[in-house]
T-cell receptor
Framework: GQSLEQPSEVTAVEGAIVQINCTYQ??????LSWYQQHDGGAPTFLSY????GLEETGRFSSFLSRSDSYGYLLLQELQMKDSASYFC???????????FGKGTSLLVTP | SAVISQKPSRDICQRGTSLTIQCQVD?????MFWYRQQPGQSLTLIAT?????????ESGFVIDKFPISRPNLTFSTLTVSNMSPEDSSIYLC???????????FGEGSRLTVL
């Protein structure tokens, strides 16, 4: 089967940097994705790593180590609007749909 | 980005009734995915809907409870049958729009079963 582990909650101060870790177990690996979801909203795509290393998109970066089955999402210059749930996800065993981790609730405080 | 419209956006239903959720995409897609998100929880895949074939259900979900139609490449419906309070959830449809691997979601249908 598949499993994804990520912290349930993280709190950080506005302007700071926060890292959300994700470890996964899957028989077939097609890359690690990250999604953001605000309360009452739909999940939205943040990043995707298929190969080892760091991908940077503005204030957000994502890292993958396939040998460690590990990745993280790095949020810099935190803003209040970054308060949301963040999900890591891997392709399902069928290779098509995504299976999501339980999510990390990020609270950014003044 | 893909535009996905879901109806209804929310509904309050009585136990034992059924409700059909519609999902319309603004372009043709091969696969459509239906997810459930229970309050405060993650997204759980219900089934994958391909046009012209029966939907593929994930473990724990069965066709009798969640029948799915996929009559064409832009539309799908998910029915939640014989509802109980445990079915109170947000139901989301999603599609891949292009080769980037980005999954787009509809705004979801929030169902409350009394």
């Amino acid at each position: 089967g598949q499993s994804l582990e990520q912290p349930s909650e993280v709190t950080a101060v506005e302007g700071a940097i926060v890292q959300i870790n994700c470890t996964y177990q899957t028989s077939g690996f097609y890359g690690l994705s990250w999604y953001q979801q605000h309360d009452g909203g739909a999940p939205t795509f943040l990043s995707y790593n298929a190969l080892d290393g760091l991908e940077e998109t503005g204030r957000f970066s994502s890292f993958l180590s396939r040998s460690d089955s590990y990745g993280y999402l790095l949020l810099q210059e935190l803003q209040m609007k970054d308060s949301a749930s963040y999900f890591c996800a891997v392709r399902s065993n069928s290779g098509y749909a995504l299976n999501f981790g339980k999510g990390t609730s990020l609270l950014v405080t003044p | 980005s893909a535009v996905i419209s879901q109806k209804p956006s929310r509904d309050i239903c009585q136990r034992g009734t059924s409700l059909t959720i519609q999902c319309q995409v603004d372009s043709q897609v091969t696969m459509m995915f239906w997810y459930r998100q229970q309050p405060g929880q993650s997204l759980t895949l219900i089934a994958t809907a391909n046009q012209g074939s029966e939907a593929t259900y994930e473990s724990g979900f069965v066709i009798d409870k969640f029948p799915i139609s996929r009559p064409n490449l832009t539309f799908s419906t998910l029915t939640v049958s014989n509802m109980s309070p445990e079915d109170s959830s947000i139901y989301l449809c999603s599609v891949y729009r292009d080769s980037t691997g980005e999954l787009f979601f509809g705004e979801g249908s929030r169902l409350t079963v009394l």
